[in-house]
DNA sequence: AGTATAATTAGGTATTGACCTAAATAAGTA
DNA sequence: TACTTATTTAGGTCAATACCTAATTATACT
């Protein structure tokens, strides 16, 4: 799973933005989320995996934060598509130019 | 499906990659990859769906571009949280700060 | 030690999704 | 009217995934 596909899931992305507030235990998503604990845990291990967050052991609760970096490849891939198309013409475009000029 | 998962999808990727280069017709995608037309067709469909491209009729073939404001809804969805994340501490920076001082 | 709390792992189910082949549609050409 | 070319639709398979319950691990508290 790459980070594409771990924000694929709508509810991944969810607990993403829920934990940007701050830092976070699994207990406080759990209650936040209609899901049971163990779907919760599976997300985060996703998310963890794909190096979006990250957690740390505080007594038997585990607090996760997002890691800085996480969004870095999605944000530079979706800047580079956005510099190729700015530099190229679309069907409109170009059909709008190929007919300047004509007044029909 | 939205375009967080019309993205996911790695060949979707690398279709788009491949459109955003110039207009571009099913048969010439089916040429460069390794899947067979009706593939390469359902791809298509999706990424058409989410409004990713676009299409025109030219005789018999099918002409996709990509459509500038297609990764509008990623693109501000990532820098929010960039920017929700720019005004936090993370953990290690929090454990530096209290910790900060201590010579042990 | 025994119990409570917090989270993960194991294992099962149902849905989705990515591919295929074969058939259908649509438009162009002889 | 055939025949070719270009693409889509229909239908099926197999793997991945998003849930769940039950069981396990790990730590804290009495």
Redesign the pocket.
């Known amino acids: 799973?790459d980070t594409f596909?771990a924000l694929?899931?709508p509810?991944r992305r969810n607990i993403f933005e829920y934990i940007v507030r701050g830092e976070t235990?699994?207990?406080e998503i759990?209650e936040r989320f209609?899901?049971?604990?163990?779907?919760?845990?599976?997300?985060?291990?996703?998310l963890k995996e794909v190096g979006l967050v990250q957690?740390r052991?505080d007594?038997?609760?585990?607090l996760y934060t997002v890691r800085a970096d996480g969004l870095a490849e999605v944000e530079s891939w979706v800047q580079l598509q956005q510099k190729h198309m700015s530099g190229r013409l679309d069907a409109l475009e170009r059909h709008l130019i190929s007919n300047r000029g004509e007044d029909k």
């Open positions: 799973m596909a694929a899931d509810t235990s699994v207990g759990v209609s899901f049971k604990a163990p779907t919760i845990s599976q997300h985060l291990k996703i957690s052991a007594k038997q609760k585990r």
